[in-house]
């Protein structure tokens, strides 16, 4: 099952149709194309190997764009919140 991403503001909606949940693999965590490889892992992986070709070498299965859509599902999940303040509020002095 895909994902869509609305990102406020933005002009176009993304699909991530290589990030999938399943609730009897990795304890339901969202992964890549359904392997046991979880966006967390791979986002982890991005940050460890800032050569991409090391990180082929290692996990040959990975594509970029599986990198690239594990960072936007990141991404998303960390969005900006607006948190609404009351009309009247004091401030410290």
Known sequence: MPFTLDFTGGPQKLE???????????????????????????????????????LRKEYPELEDEDIRQALLYAASCLADRVIDLPETHETAA
């Not at 609730?23 to 967390?40: A, E, K, Y």
């Open 16 to 54: 991530l149709n290589r990030i999938t949940l399943n609730p009897n693999r990795m304890n339901g965590q969202p992964c890549i194309r359904g392997m046991r490889l979880t966006v967390r892992r791979v986002v982890e992986l991005a940050a460890t190997f800032p050569i991409r070709e090391e």
